[in-house]
T-cell receptor, first 112, second 118 residues
């Protein structure tokens, strides 16, 4: 079971780039890395998913080094509306088992 | 297109009472999930389903039962509620995923049910 570790909280000023790193030391060969965003009193919302190297979409980028033991979510030019909790999720599948391990989340506070 | 909906939004139970939480999705997704979220614990998977008529245990299944009689609905039952089950419960669905699929897994979450057991 791949466990994840993230910083508990981060602060950033508006307009800056924010990088949140997730550690998943025992990630398995078939595991994918996914990031979700959650606002208070709402369900999580999918941001991005990747397996290796770099993935980019209209919202964020995900950097995964060759050893895949960590990943970094990059949010370009954050605004106040990006204040939320960000979760790193490792999706482990295979051999009849299915494990969705959410980290404890990183609370991002964007400061004007 | 309502996405994923959950009923009820709030509920207060006494210890020993039973209840069922209903999750419905209108996206024709094969996979559905139930999570609980506790302060400082992130989300933990309770049960999941890879298709109509199937269910499987997640990380914290004890004290809960589930059923998936129809593809669009996933029910979570508490037979005898305990204070330790006080939590926010989230349902999610995804078009792909599951234990035999190493593939894209974008889950769509409902708004949550806040349950308090006294």
């Amino acid at each position: 079971l791949a466990k994840t570790t993230q910083p508990i909280s981060m602060d950033s000023y508006e307009g800056q780039e924010v990088n949140i790193t997730c550690s998943h030391n025992n990630i398995a060969t078939n595991d994918y890395i996914t990031w979700y965003q959650q606002f208070p009193s709402q369900g999580p919302r999918f941001i991005i998913q990747g397996y290796k190297t770099k993935v980019t979409n209209e919202v964020a980028s995900l950097f995964i080094p060759a050893d895949r033991k960590s990943s970094t979510l990059s949010l370009p030019r954050v605004s106040l509306s990006d204040t939320a909790v960000y979760y790193c999720l490792v999706v482990a599948s295979g051999a009849g088992s299915y494990q969705l391990t959410f980290g404890k989340g990183t609370k991002l506070s964007v400061i004007p | 297109n309502a996405g994923v909906t959950q009923t009820p939004k709030f509920r207060v139970l006494k210890t020993g009472q039973s209840m069922t939480l209903l999750c419905a999705q209108d996206m024709n997704h094969e996979y559905m999930y139930w999570y609980r979220q506790d302060p400082g614990m992130g989300l933990r998977l309770i049960h999941y389903s890879v298709g109509e008529g199937t269910t499987a245990k997640g990380e914290v299944p004890d004290g809960y039962n589930v059923s998936r009689l129809k593809k669009q609905n996933f029910l979570l039952g508490l037979e005898s509620a305990a204070p330790s089950q006080t939590s926010v419960y989230f349902c999610a669905s995804s078009p792909t995923g599951g234990p035999l699929s190493v593939s894209y897994n974008e889950q769509f979450f409902g708004p949550g049910t806040r349950l308090t057991v006294l």
